[in-house]
């Protein structure tokens, strides 16, 4: 995906970051159905999950 594609562009160009946290679907079907909104909850891609998983990650850069 994007993310994947984002990292390997950097890397051979030498730019490799100390910290890297790819966010996204996992690489599987949805068993469930529903509005833009509900799946990006349930997929863990909201604005919360996006900030939650944004803060965990500067944490743990700024204790190493």
Do not use: K, M, N, W
Request: aromatic content about 4%.
């Amino acid at each position: 995906g994007l993310g994947g594609a984002t990292a390997e562009v950097l890397l051979e160009h030498g730019v490799a970051p100390r910290h890297f946290r790819r966010l996204g679907v996992r690489d599987r079907f949805s068993s469930v159905v529903g509005t833009q909104a509900f799946l990006r909850t349930r997929h863990g891609l909201d604005a919360a999950a996006i900030a939650h998983a944004l803060r965990g990650a500067v944490a743990a850069a700024v204790d190493a």
